[in-house]
């Protein structure tokens, strides 16, 4: 069974400032990971993922997450954080096996402050 | 562009009345994926089809049922909404391969009065 947690339901930081949003996940095998992002009254919308391919998976608006075996972990940053990024953002996990459907994190919303 | 476009955006409806959420996609994928998201709340996936083959996820209450007339439409249908069903629905498709990427619809919010 696969799970994600996301700590930190809220998050606020002043412009400009970094973006740290935090993501732990559980699998039974190599996982595929996804952030995406939620504006107000809006759908889903794919910030970046991680398929093996490296480490390290830059994605739109300025994010990155680091893949860390080790610490089960896939935290999303963004170096200077900016009033449009205020929005939800999700976490997700799949499986590396195949079709696999999607277990998100319970969400973090990212409050930008002038 | 291709997308998953989904009608209408808002629906109201009243206690026990049946109510039909719409979605459809010109990416020619062969999953679609219902969700249900309470305010505050992940996404909660309800049902997805595989083309034809309907996968029900084990705790989607009997209220909710699915029907994919073809590959770009899928329909949400709730026999006898409760209070409890006001959400947003999100409808979203993916290939189908292994770690995929889900491209989601911009939702329909319901309100059951």
């Known amino acids: 069974a696969q799970s994600v947690t996301q700590l930190g339901s809220h998050v606020s930081v002043s412009e400009g400032a970094l973006v740290l949003l935090r993501c732990n996940y559980s699998s039974s095998v190599p996982p595929y990971l996804f952030w995406y992002v939620q504006y107000p009254n809006q759908g889903l919308q794919l910030l970046l993922k991680?398929?093996?391919?490296?480490?390290l998976v830059k994605g739109i608006n300025g994010f990155e997450a680091e893949f860390k075996k080790s610490e089960t972990s896939f935290h999303l940053t963004k170096p200077s954080a900016h009033m449009s990024d205020a929005a939800e953002y999700f976490c997700?996990?799949?499986?590396?096996?195949?079709?696999?459907?999607?277990?998100f994190g319970k969400g973090t919303m990212l409050l930008v402050s002038p | 562009d291709a997308m998953v476009i989904q009608n209408p955006r808002y629906q109201v409806t009243q206690f026990g009345k049946p109510v039909t959420l719409s979605c459809s996609q010109t990416l020619n994928h062969n999953v679609m994926y219902w969700y249900q998201q309470k305010s505050s709340q992940a996404p909660k996936l309800l049902f997805h089809?595989?083309?034809?083959?309907?996968?029900n996820e084990a705790d989607t209450p009997d209220n909710f049922q699915s029907r994919r007339p073809n590959t770009s439409f899928c329909f949400l249908d709730i026999r006898s909404p409760g209070l409890g069903d006001a959400a947003m629905y999100l409808c979203a498709t993916s290939r189908g391969s292994g770690g995929e990427t889900q491209y989601f619809g911009p939702g329909t919010r319901l309100l059951v009065l």
């Open positions: 997700a996990v799949s499986e590396n096996s195949g079709y696999s459907t999607l277990t």
């Open positions: 089809y595989y083309d034809k083959d309907f996968n």
């Open positions: 991680y398929t093996s391919a490296a480490t």
